[in-house]
C-alpha cells in the first residue's frame, strides 16, 4: 500500500522560511510527478507546485520565486522549501503522488501557520 507521509510545518511569522517534505513508501515519488497542495481555511485544496520525473517545476504564480520544490537526497522524497512566508500561505499542505497526470495518492498534511 503506498503510503506519503509529510512533515516539516509549523508557526512562524511573516518573512520566515519553512521546509516541508514528503517522503513516500517505495518508488511512487520517484516513477511519477508530485504535486504539493494547499487548502487554506474555508477554502479549495490549491496545486501550489509540481515536479515531474523529468525535474520540470511548475507553481502557482502567488508562489513563484519564493517556494521551491525538489527531490530530496533520498530517492523517496519530495520538498518544498518556502521563503518569504506570507500570512495568506497558511493552510494545510498535502503531497500527492501523481498517475497518469492526476493525483491519485496523497499524505495526511500538515499545517503551516504564518503569522503577521
Known amino acids: 500500500q503506498v503510503q506519503l507521509v509529510e512533515s516539516g510545518g509549523g508557526l512562524v511569522q511573516a518573512g520566515g522560511s519553512l521546509r516541508l517534505s514528503c517522503v513516500a513508501s517505495g518508488n511512487i515519488l520517484v516513477l511519477n510527478a508530485v504535486d504539493w497542495y494547499r487548502q487554506a481555511p474555508g477554502k479549495q485544496r490549491q496545486l501550489v507546485a509540481r515536479i515531474t520525473t523529468s525535474g520540470t517545476t511548475n507553481y502557482t504564480d502567488s508562489v513563484k520565486g519564493r517556494f521551491t520544490i525538489f527531490r530530496g537526497n533520498a530517492k523517496n522524497t519530495v520538498d518544498l522549501q518556502m521563503n518569504s512566508l506570507k500570512p495568506e500561505d497558511t493552510g494545510v499542505y498535502y503531497c500527492?503522488?501523481?498517475?497518469?497526470?492526476?493525483?491519485?495518492?496523497w499524505g495526511q498534511g500538515t499545517l503551516v501557520t504564518v503569522s503577521s
Open positions: 500527492a503522488a501523481e498517475i497518469l497526470g492526476r493525483p491519485a495518492y
